[in-house]
């Protein structure tokens, strides 16, 4: 086998490697934010790196499924959660 063979292959099983290590991160946040914008409500669950991210990411990913526009996101975008729950992995 030649060496460009071997190289490519520990090259692509260090990166498959790299991406589940990246992909379980072991220190993330978990939060469950449910919103209620213009009558409409919805929950959603997202990660992140600490809490607040994973709120914001939440709180963006329920604010997809309940808007209509892009003015309506920006509203949505500013409305204090009804609930917030989180909890660390």
């Known amino acids: 086998m030649p060496k460009a063979g071997i190289v490519g292959g520990i090259f692509g099983v260090l990166l498959v490697g790299v991406v589940l290590y990246a992909s379980l991160s072991f220190n993330q946040e978990t939060c469950e934010v449910c919103l209620d914008f213009q ?5 959603r669950s997202a990660s992140g790196v600490d809490e607040r991210n994973a709120v914001q990411a939440a709180k963006d990913n329920a ?27």
Not at 39 to 43: D, Q, V
Not at 71 to 76: A, D, F, R, S
């Open 39 to 43: 009558g409409r409500s919805k929950c």
């Open 63 to 89: 604010c997809a499924y309940l808007v209509r526009s892009k003015t309506e996101g920006i509203l949505c975008s500013q409305t204090p959660p009804i609930r917030v729950t989180c909890q660390g992995r």
